[in-house]
């Protein structure tokens, strides 16, 4: 069964910290990765897709380790806005049913 | 500039009730997909259509049917509402099975 695993935490930060967060999947097929961030009782939205060679969107960076199959999410400078949960994403390939969500890492940034 | 819309925004039932969940998008996806999301359980697939008339079955698909007669439309029913549906329920779309895709705001339905 495909698995994208994920530390729940919650992770609480002081605002301005950096604060990184990884993702494995057990499947080495994996083709294609993305961050989705969730508000509490909202819907989930993409944050960013997550590239082979790494990438950078403001203060958010993706990275993919493909050896050890985990992808991570750093955030620098962090504001009290970030806090939410981070859903981590994997495509598997195959057809629609090929997406598979983490459960989430839920980040609380303090002030 | 609307993405993907879903109604009711909530709604109460009684066991055995039914009632259909409508999803409309705006951006021309072929792919649609219905996800419910329970604490600690993330979401969960429950169907998914590839393009119009077609549907298919995702990771939960009991207690629940689906059409999708337009291309815009995806229609989540439930025939006989049991309170192991209370949840809350996220619609879908995709340009394809590998692209992002765009949720809508959710339905909360609770089934007493």
């Known amino acids: 069964r495909k698995e994208v695993e994920q530390d729940p935490g919650p992770f609480n930060v002081p605002e301005g910290a950096t604060v990184a967060f990884n993702c494995t999947y057990s499947n080495s097929a994996s083709q294609s990765f993305f961050w989705y961030r969730q508000d509490c009782r909202k819907e989930p939205k993409l944050l960013m897709s997550v590239y082979s060679s790494g990438n950078e969107d403001g203060r958010f960076t993706a990275q993919l380790n493909r050896a050890s199959q985990y992808i991570s999410l750093l955030i620098r400078d962090s504001k009290l806005s970030d806090s939410a949960t981070y859903l981590c994403?994997?495509?598997?390939?195959?057809?629609?049913?090929?997406?598979?969500f983490g459960k989430g890492t839920h980040l609380i940034i303090q002030p | 500039n609307a993405g993907v819309t879903q109604t009711p925004k909530f709604r109460v039932l009684k066991t055995g009730q039914s009632m259909t969940l409508l999803c409309a998008q705006d951006m021309n996806h072929e792919y649609m997909y219905w996800y419910r999301q329970d604490p600690g359980m993330g979401l969960r697939l429950i169907h998914y259509s590839v393009g119009e008339g077609t549907t298919a079955k995702g990771e939960v698909p009991d207690g629940y049917n689906v059409s999708r007669l337009k291309k815009q439309n995806f229609l989540l029913g439930l025939e006989s509402a049991a309170p192991s549906q209370t949840s809350v329920y996220f619609c879908?779309?995709?340009?394809?099975?590998?692209?992002?895709?765009?949720f809508g705001d959710g339905t909360r339905l609770s089934i007493l």
């Open positions: 994403v994997a495509f598997e390939g195959g057809g629609a049913d090929g997406l598979t």
């Open positions: 879908a779309s995709s340009a394809t099975g590998r692209q992002p895709q765009h």
